[in-house]
């Protein structure tokens, strides 16, 4: 009598742990589909001339040929523009008067917290004033990001093109949910960068985490400085996580999904620009210096973001839990008819 009851428990108990382990296990990647519309900024002091016809122009190629379609948006950002988007990316803003207005704010965080958007805000370093990054922070903040940059400077004297202040992030994530993003990145330049920090709370300066140590849910590593990395102040803003004269392999660049008020939208987080500013993160080649799969980097994240956004469900999880459990009921059943 016994027996019987201990192989009943046995058996609910695994029932459960069954249906529950897709999400102990985590989410999986979504496969690639390629569909959606991509608005980039070059409203606000992003475009640079020189790139606009090269690097620019082959990161659109590249997203068009997977299936995207790629917009460059000139004049500022309205509800319009985005209203058909899927995804929106924003590279750092430079010049003091070139600035997000309350009302682009607003537009972008309605749209992208309606759900299963996809979203990049591109960063840069604190030097001489010039970039505006408490705009990145304000765009982040209202769609209550669990990651924002440093109102620092990352500066390497050993990885780096030339100069200590165009560092290059050569150190990739680990997760396995990442795995096809950095799959043969090995070197990223980040011109005139900022690292970032984690927040728990999903507000600026609150609940404030290093994120070489510490991981908060639902957020990914996807590319770090070098060892060597040193963070420099140029202005009187302290940092939150991180302070002048700290050196490590700083958090370069980060993926963020479960993100916005619907809970289904995707974020990604960088101390540089991805495209357009004076040199972004998808540079091929500088100073005779190649920049190892920068061009696969970004358009790859782009293209698992846009995917994961537009996937962003429960089905796949419960999929596996489902069959999970029918497995294991399966395998007990077997069991306990041997005896």
Same mark, same amino acid.
């Given at each position: 009598?016994?027996?019987?009851?201990?192989?009943?428990?046995?058996?609910?108990?695994?029932?459960?742990?069954?249906?529950?382990?897709?999400?102990?296990?985590?989410?999986?990647?979504?496969?690639?589909?390629?569909?959606?519309?991509?608005?980039?900024?070059?409203? %606000?002091?992003?475009?640079?001339?020189?790139?606009?016809?090269? &690097?620019?122009?082959? @990161?659109?190629?590249?997203?068009?040929?997977?299936?995207?379609? *790629? +917009?460059?948006?000139?004049?500022?950002?309205?509800?319009?523009?985005?209203?058909?988007?899927?995804?929106?990316?924003?590279?750092?803003?430079?010049?003091?008067?070139?600035?997000? &207005?309350?009302?682009?704010?607003?537009?972008?965080?309605?749209?992208?917290?309606?759900? #299963?958007?996809?979203?990049?805000?591109?960063?840069?370093?604190?030097?001489? /004033?010039?970039?505006?990054?408490?705009?990145? =922070?304000?765009?982040?903040?209202?769609?209550?990001? %669990?990651?924002?940059?440093?109102?620092?400077? +990352?500066?390497?004297?050993?990885?780096?093109?030339?100069?200590?202040?165009?560092?290059?992030?050569?150190?990739?994530?680990?997760?396995?949910?990442?795995?096809?993003?950095?799959?043969?990145?090995? #070197?990223?330049?980040?011109? /005139?960068?900022?690292?970032?920090?984690?927040? =728990?709370?999903?507000?600026?300066?609150?609940? *404030?985490?290093?994120?070489?140590?510490?991981?908060?849910?639902?957020?990914?590593?996807?590319?770090?400085?070098?060892?060597?990395? =040193?963070?420099?102040?140029?202005? @009187?803003?302290?940092?939150?996580? %991180?302070?002048?004269?700290?050196?490590?392999?700083?958090?370069?660049? &980060?993926?963020?999904?479960?993100?916005?008020?619907?809970?289904?939208?995707?974020?990604?987080?960088?101390?540089?620009?991805?495209?357009?500013?004076?040199?972004?993160?998808?540079?091929?080649?500088?100073?005779?210096?190649?920049?190892?799969?920068?061009?696969?980097?970004?358009?790859? &994240?782009?293209?698992?973001?846009?995917?994961?956004?537009?996937? !962003?469900?429960? =089905?796949?999880?419960?999929?596996?839990?489902?069959?999970?459990? +029918?497995?294991?009921?399966?395998?007990?059943? !077997?069991?306990?008819?041997? #005896?």
């Amino acid at each position: 009598m016994r027996r019987n009851l201990l192989a009943k428990r046995i058996l609910t108990v695994s029932i459960l742990t069954a249906l529950f382990a897709a999400f102990l296990i985590g989410p999986a990647p979504v496969a690639a589909e390629g569909t959606g519309t991509i608005v980039f900024d070059y409203g %606000h002091g992003q475009k640079n001339i020189n790139l606009a016809n090269t &690097t620019d122009q082959w @990161l659109s190629d590249n997203l068009t040929a997977m299936g995207y379609t *790629v +917009v460059f948006d000139e004049d500022g950002i309205t509800a319009a523009d985005l209203d058909d988007a899927v995804g929106f990316v924003a590279g750092s803003i430079y010049g003091d008067s070139n600035g997000y &207005t309350s009302a682009e704010i607003n537009a972008i965080a309605d749209w992208f917290n309606a759900g #299963k958007k996809f979203m990049w805000i591109g960063y840069d370093s604190d030097y001489s /004033g010039a970039y505006i990054n408490n705009n990145m =922070t304000a765009i982040l903040e209202a769609v209550g990001s %669990h990651v924002y940059g440093e109102p620092l400077s +990352v500066e390497d004297p050993y990885s780096s093109a030339a100069a200590p202040y165009r560092a290059i992030a050569n150190v990739t994530g680990t997760d396995p949910f990442i795995a096809d993003i950095v799959e043969g990145v090995g #070197k990223i330049l980040m011109h /005139g960068p900022t690292c970032l920090y984690g927040s =728990t709370t999903g507000a600026e300066g609150e609940g *404030v985490v290093a994120l070489e140590t510490q991981s908060i849910n639902n957020v990914y590593v996807l590319l770090r400085f070098g060892g060597s990395a =040193t963070i420099v102040n140029n202005d @009187l803003i302290d940092g939150y996580a %991180h302070q002048e004269g700290d050196k490590g392999s700083f958090v370069a660049a &980060t993926l963020e999904i479960g993100a916005g008020d619907a809970g289904n939208g995707v974020l990604v987080v960088s101390g540089a620009s991805p495209y357009g500013d004076y040199r972004p993160m998808s540079e091929a080649e500088y100073y005779d210096i190649v920049m190892t799969g920068a061009m696969n980097f970004v358009s790859r &994240t782009i293209d698992f973001g846009m995917n994961q956004a537009q996937a !962003a469900d429960n =089905t796949l999880l419960l999929a596996i839990g489902a069959i999970g459990a +029918v497995v294991v009921v399966v395998i007990i059943i !077997a069991v306990m008819k041997k #005896k």
